[in-house]
């Protein structure tokens, strides 16, 4: 079975860190690219950072740079994203995304909260 399993959301104030982590079951993990997406109230998901099957490369939202961090373990089958220098917009549920051609798999989210 397919699947994505987040965890680590929480609720944090300003100011603070987290760390999420998504682990893969299911498919060859070390394949994929994967990603990290948020979907805040009312707004369209937007991609936050990606990075590579073998992590040779990241990218970022502009709004996300140099304060979160893409990571993964293709021994763990996990992937990690640390979030520094949290504010309110990042207020948002975070999805986990593997990708590759003609496949898309997706996580069930994990809430972020950030209070002012």
């Known amino acids: 079975q397919v699947q994505l399993v987040e965890s680590g959301g929480g609720l944090v104030h300003t100011g603070g860190s987290l760390r999420l982590a998504c682990t893969a079951s299911g498919f060859t993990f070390s394949g994929y690219t994967m990603s990290w997406y948020r979907q805040a109230s009312g707004k369209e998901r937007e991609l936050v950072a990606g990075?590579?099957?073998?992590?040779?490369?990241?990218n970022y939202a502009d709004s996300v740079k140099g304060r979160f961090t893409i990571s993964r373990d293709n021994v763990k089958n996990t992937v990690y994203l640390q979030m520094n220098s949290l504010k309110p917009d990042d207020t948002a549920v975070y999805y986990c995304?593997?990708?590759?051609?003609?496949?898309?798999?997706w996580g069930q989210g994990t809430l972020v909260t950030v209070s002012s």
């Open positions: 990075i590579t099957s073998n992590g040779g490369s990241t």
């Open positions: 995304n593997a990708r590759r051609v003609l496949t898309n798999v």
